[in-house]
């Protein structure tokens, strides 16, 4: 990037900053959006099969999609961007009430098939936007947001119905008896060098090459051609309740450091509060060692996404990925309180930007 737009950058975050110390943006900007009953979320005239009270299989999820676009026309669509290697669609979401993309968020559910409490939570951020919509701030409504509650149809399938664990995709791999690919180690950037494998039958293994899968393909592309208004992206996995950021393959820190752990922190403030539950805040490397090929390090590095977080969600091990349902509600409420501190942070610097310019 040119040391102009650096240099934008950092005044508009120095504005933030001041905003803040005047109590403009001390409070959350979604206001009363975040719900406090449990009955709240259960509306007959949006959700059939669908709720927070137990796990559900994809044919559920993507139906809520479309039940969602029927129900709100004006501010949804049904993406399809890709197609797994066993002919599923990859379906996301966009929520917005204008027909060109403003400052764009993008959430990501399901990688990794395994982590059932990830598609949950997307689900469950999602249906509080689109619901909560005439309750949230103005400048709210001005982001673009595209959900992708399930990145890895195949493997979620596959998880629901066969392996519990299952990680991978279901990728048929040539030479070999065993099947799947790690997503999460398949974008290219320092692909295949630490933390992946090369033999086909090991949950972590790579691929044969970056962006050998049409999954991870599909989700590269999209966020590309949307990279000049990409703003954030957060992925969902689960566990161990720590929210980071790149990078993961290097411990060298982005000079968006300070300012990535410091909106980590009032997310992980607000999650205590709210419910008594301790987040971890780090860099994906200081927090596991180097990771190659992982999609939030890719956002950052080939797209220039300001605010790329994973989003590692319940519990600490206690149930892992086995997390009982009665816990889906509150993971979906700490979900969701990252996703707002984000957007908090890009719809501030969207009111100074207006004033600026």
């Known amino acids: 990037m040119a040391l102009c737009k650096y240099f934008i950058c950092e005044v508009l975050i120095s504005l933030t900053f001041i905003s803040a110390a005047l109590g403009n943006i001390s409070k959350p900007l ?3 959006a975040i719900i406090e009953d449990q009955n709240e979320i259960d509306d007959p005239l949006i959700v059939s099969a669908m709720n927070w009270n137990q796990y559900h299989n ?8 479309h039940q969602i676009n029927n129900k709100f026309p004006q501010i949804t669509r049904v993406d399809n961007i890709g197609v797994t290697v066993e002919g599923r669609d990859i379906k996301v979401l ?3 009430a204008d027909h060109q993309d403003g400052k764009t968020i993008f959430i990501e559910g399901g990688i990794h098939p395994r982590e059932w409490i990830s598609p949950s939570t ?3 951020v999602l249906n509080e936007l689109v619901t909560k919509w005439h309750n949230l701030s103005g400048h709210l409504k001005n982001i673009t947001w595209y959900i992708m509650p399930v990145a890895n149809p195949d493997g979620y399938v596959y998880s629901q119905e066969v392996d519990r664990f299952w990680r991978k995709n279901r990728a048929i791999i040539n030479g070999s008896t065993c099947r799947g690919v790690d997503l999460n180690r398949n974008f290219n950037v320092d692909w295949g060098a630490s933390d992946t494998s090369n033999d086909p039958c090991a949950e972590n293994f790579g691929g044969n090459s970056a962006f050998s899968e049409p999954e991870t393909l599909a989700i590269s592309n999209f966020l590309y051609e949307h990279r000049n208004n990409l703003e954030a992206y957060l992925t969902f996995h689960s566990y161990d309740q720590v929210i980071s950021y790149p990078w993961a393959y290097k411990p060298e820190k982005d000079y968006s450091t300070k300012e990535w752990q410091r909106i980590c922190k009032i997310a992980a403030n ?5 419910t008594g539950k301790t987040y971890k805040c780090s ?3 200081e927090s596991y060692g180097s990771v190659s090929g992982v999609s939030t390090d890719w956002a950052r590095a080939e797209c220039d996404v300001k605010y790329p977080y994973v989003i590692e969600l319940r519990d600490m091990g206690e149930y892992g ?3 009982p349902p009665s816990q889906i509600i509150d993971t979906g409420k700490e979900g969701l309180i990252v996703v707002e501190a984000v957007a908090d942070v890009i719809s501030s610097i969207y009111e100074l930007e207006l004033v600026l310019y």
């Open 94 to 96: 966009r929520i917005s």
């Open 58 to 65: 994809l044919s559920v999820i993507y139906d809520f999609l």
């Open 321 to 323: 990925f086995f997390l």
């Open 283 to 285: 860099s994906t490397y």
């Open 30 to 32: 979604w206001s009363n």
């Open 122 to 124: 997307a689900t469950f």
């Open 270 to 274: 607000r999650i205590e509060e709210t």
